[in-house]
Structure formats: structure tokens, C-alpha cells
């Protein structure tokens, strides 16, 4: 009867599962799959930029299951912190805020820029222990040095501007940082990378593996810029890197 027609017998439908089963398998493999992933992949990629703007990928990750490779708007943040038993503290504080800033700052490293230009000129007033330095007219401009206030922080000026002690505790607390951050992931850019390219890894244990390379890309570029400034500043990287103070003992903590 029509009524019957409408559902079939479970002989109806087991007769029938095979066929389904084939055309499951043919779908699969049809070529126009992962061109239609694709796709969905770009539409939703497309879809989250204009609605919602420019998101990092931590962001797209968790809203749409996606990581862009290309992003511009991933970036690994550093947060210098002076410390308040500096004697110089009020005076920097006084400083700093003169020039718009403050006692606290974040920088922000991407891919286009690993070391962000007033970084290390930062640093270095940080762990400035000259009191005649700090009470200048504007003593984070200078600790730029010449050529550095409008360029990258990673070509400093042929002598550092605060001298070598203040350099070497300001590259080698950078460089100390980078490390550390780097040492703290499970996995090397290697391990990302077999991930990635794993036939047995899912996609889930893929599209992570993608987003912690690329943030160990930042911090790595970052790091190279460091040590790249420190070798052209005449820092030794590696005594620099492994002293825990300098710059007077001044504790300035990077996080």
C-alpha cells in the first residue's frame, strides 16, 4: 500500500544497506571531497574575519576549529614589570609616565616584527642604574640610542647607549625569558611538524600541533633577534643569558 510505501519492511531496508554502504565509500572517495573541506575550511575562515574582525588563532581555534597559518594577528606577549625596591623606581616611574607609559608595559611579538622597537629600550632603562640617565628629559628616547627610536630594537646602535653592563643584563634577561617559554612546551617545532604530518595523527591532535608551531615560531624568531642584538651590542649571549642579575642587581621581572 502507499501508507507501507512510506516504510519499509526491516527486509526492505537490510536489502537496502549494502547499497548504502557503496555509496558511503563512493562518497569518501570522490575527489570533490576535499575539495568541498576546502572550502567549508575558507568560508569559515572568511566568514569569522568579517563578522567578528581580525582574531588570533587561539580564537579561531576555539570557535571554529581552525588555525590560519598566514594570520597577522598572532602574536606572543612579554610584560616587563619594574620592581619596586629599585632605587631609581620613583624616578623611572616619573619618566615613563612623562613619555606615556608606565612601570608596567606590554610588548607584543609577531611574525612580522619578532622584537617589537621600544622592547629593549625598556629593558635597558629598566636596569638602568645611572640616577643623572633616568632624570633626563627623556630617558626612554635615549636608551633607544641613535637610529634605534624609529627602527627595530633587533639593529641596536654600534655602542650601547647605557653601556655594556646595562646591555648585557637587558639582552641576557630577554634572552633568559625566551628560553624558559620555549623549554616549557612538551614538544619541539620538529614534534609539530611530524604531527602535522602524520597519517595516523587526527585532526584535532593537527590542528593543534599547528598552533603551538606557530607560536613557537614567534618566540623563536624572537629569541634569534636577541641573540642577533646581543652578538652586534658585544654581549656574550650565553654569560649574559645564564647570569641571573645585572644591571646593579636590579630584579626586573619579565612574564
Not at 61 to 67: E, M, P, T
Not at 102 to 127: D, H, M, N, Q, V
Not at 177 to 202: C, F, M, N, P, Q
Request: net charge positive.
Amino acid at each position: 500500500s502507499l501508507f507501507f510505501g512510506f516504510f519499509p519492511s526491516k527486509r526492505g531496508r537490510a536489502s537496502r544497506a549494502p547499497s548504502l554502504r557503496r555509496t558511503k565509500k563512493l562518497i569518501l572517495s570522490s575527489p570533490f571531497l576535499s575539495l568541498s573541506l576546502s572550502l567549508s575550511l575558507f568560508l569559515s575562515l572568511f566568514l569569522s574575519r568579517s563578522r567578528c574582525g581580525p582574531q588570533p588563532n587561539r580564537r579561531l581555534l576555539l570557535n571554529y576549529g581552525i588555525v590560519d597559518e598566514g594570520n597577522p594577528s598572532d602574536a606572543e606577549s612579554v610584560t616587563v614589570t619594574l620592581p619596586t625596591d629599585d632605587p631609581l623606581f620613583a624616578s623611572k616611574r616619573a619618566a615613563l609616565q612623562r613619555g606615556g607609559s608606565a612601570t608596567t608595559a606590554a610588548f607584543k611579538l609577531t611574525a612580522k616584527e619578532p622584537l617589537p622597537s621600544g622592547l629593549i629600550p625598556y629593558l635597558r632603562l629598566a636596569f638602568c642604574g645611572d640616577a643623572a640617565f633616568v632624570a633626563g628629559a627623556d630617558p626612554l628616547k635615549a636608551a633607544a640610542g641613535a637610529g634605534e627610536a624609529s627602527t627595530s630594537s633587533s639593529s641596536p646602535s654600534p655602542s650601547p647607549p647605557l653601556g655594556p653592563e646595562v646591555e648585557a643584563a637587558a639582552l641576557g634577561a630577554l634572552t633568559r625569558h625566551l628560553r624558559k617559554r620555549l623549554a616549557a612546551y612538551a614538544t619541539t617545532i620538529a614534534d609539530d611538524d611530524a604531527t602535522v604530518a602524520s597519517e595516523s595523527a587526527g585532526p584535532r591532535e593537527k590542528v593543534a600541533a599547528r598552533l603551538l608551531r606557530i607560536e613557537k615560531r614567534i618566540l623563536g624568531a624572537a629569541l634569534a633577534s636577541a641573540e642577533e642584538a646581543a652578538r652586534a651590542g658585544g654581549v656574550d649571549v650565553e654569560s649574559a643569558a645564564a647570569s641571573a642579575g645585572g644591571g646593579g642587581g636590579i630584579a626586573v621581572r619579565l612574564s
